[in-house]
C-alpha cells in the first residue's frame, strides 16, 4: 500500500510538471515576437507639443481589440510588435488595456519594457479578464490593487480594475480605474441600457469608495460604449450614459491645456474612449493617438493624458 501511495505522488509530480512545462512553453510560443519586423511605414510620431509640459504622469487608455476572427481582430503578435513599441516611445505611467485576450496577454507580458508591470492578469475560470492595468514600477509605487466584475454583463469584459499610486518621485497619490462597459445592440436596446446604468453605478460607487478610503484624485479611463452628446453622435452611442458620468466627473479632454491629435480623427469627433477624473488635478496634454500608422493595430486610436497632481 505504502509503495503504491509513493507511485501515485510520484505520478502526479510528474504529471503537474509537464502540465508546468507545457504552459511555459505555450506562454514563450505566443509571446515571442522578436522574428516579427515593424512595418517600414510604422515610424511613431512623437508630437512636440505633447511633450512642451508633460506634467508629473502620463496616463493611458487602450482598446486592443482580440484577435477573434469574429470581432474582426487581426493576429495579436504583428499588432504587439507596434503597441510595445508605443509604450517604451510614450513610457506611459498607467495604461489601462481593454480586450486584453490571451494571446494580447502572452505577446505583452513577455516584451514589456523593463519596469512595467501587470495588474490583473489572473483567469476568471478557464478565460482570460480582458480588463488589465499596466504600470511603470520605475516610476510608482502601487499602494493597493482590486477589481471586480459587474454584477451584470460577461465578467470577462465588463469589469473594473482599480489601483492606488504613490508617484516615486513626488510622494503624491492617485489612484487609476480602468474598465470596458457594455455596448448597446440591435433588438436589445432597451435591456442593454439598463444594463451600462447599472454598470455606471457600480463604477460610480467604486470611485467614491477610493476617494475616501485614499483622499487623493482617481482617473477613471476605459471604453464607455458611449459617446458625447454632439450632433454626430448617434443612438447607438447612448450619449445618455456620457452625460451622466460627466455631471460626477470631469472629462480631462475638455480641460486640457493642450490638445494634441493626429490626422485620420479628429480631436473633437465623439469618442468611446474617456478619461475621467474625480478630484483636483491640472490636465497639460490631452492626446488622441488618431495616427495613420495605428489604424490597423486596433479598431479604437489610443488616449492618453499629461497630468500634474
Known amino acids: 500500500m505504502r509503495k503504491k501511495t509513493i507511485f501515485l505522488l510520484l505520478f502526479l509530480v510528474l504529471l503537474l510538471s509537464a502540465g508546468f512545462f507545457a504552459l511555459a512553453y505555450i506562454y514563450e510560443d505566443k509571446g515571442n515576437i522578436s522574428e516579427i519586423n515593424l512595418p517600414k511605414s510604422f ?36 499588432r504587439a510588435k507596434k ?15 481593454q480586450e486584453f485576450c490571451e494571446n494580447w496577454f502572452c505577446a505583452v507580458n513577455y516584451n514589456l519594457p523593463d519596469g512595467y508591470k501587470i495588474i490583473n492578469p489572473l483567469t476568471t475560470g478557464m478565460l482570460f479578464r480582458m480588463s488589465a492595468m499596466i504600470y511603470n514600477s520605475d516610476t510608482l509605487k502601487l499602494i493597493k490593487s482590486d477589481s471586480f466584475s459587474y454584477e451584470m454583463g460577461d465578467p470577462r469584459l465588463r469589469r473594473v480594475v482599480w489601483a492606488v499610486f504613490e508617484d516615486r518621485a513626488t510622494g503624491k497619490r492617485f489612484a487609476v480605474t480602468n474598465t470596458h462597459l457594455d455596448l448597446l445592440r440591435d433588438g436589445q436596446e432597451e435591456e442593454l441600457a439598463n444594463v451600462m446604468r447599472s454598470q455606471r453605478d457600480e463604477l460610480l460607487n467604486c470611485i467614491d469608495e477610493i476617494t475616501e478610503s485614499f483622499d487623493c484624485p482617481v482617473f477613471a479611463v476605459g471604453d464607455y460604449n458611449t459617446a458625447e452628446d454632439t450632433y454626430s453622435t448617434r ?49 497639460n496634454s490631452f492626446c488622441l493617438m488618431s495616427y495613420d500608422y495605428l489604424t490597423d493595430m486596433s479598431d479604437h486610436y489610443m488616449i492618453f493624458a499629461d497630468i500634474s497632481l
Not at 56 to 73: A, F, T
Not at 83 to 97: E, N, R, S, T
Not at 252 to 265: A, D, P
Open 83 to 97: 503597441y510595445i513599441a508605443l509604450l517604451d516611445a510614450y513610457k506611459p505611467d498607467v495604461i489601462g488595456v
Open 235 to 283: 443612438e447607438v452611442d447612448i450619449p445618455e450614459i456620457y452625460n451622466s458620468l460627466a455631471k460626477k466627473l470631469i472629462d480631462t479632454k475638455f480641460v486640457s491645456k493642450n490638445q494634441v491629435c493626429g490626422s485620420e480623427r479628429e480631436w473633437l469627433f465623439p469618442s468611446y474612449d474617456h478619461i475621467f477624473m474625480k478630484g483636483n488635478a491640472e490636465i
Open 43 to 78: 515610424e511613431i510620431e512623437m508630437a512636440d507639443d505633447a511633450f512642451e509640459n508633460a506634467g508629473e504622469i502620463r496616463i493611458m487608455s487602450s482598446n486592443l481589440l482580440v484577435d477573434y476572427k469574429s470581432w474582426g481582430g487581426l493576429p495579436a503578435k504583428p
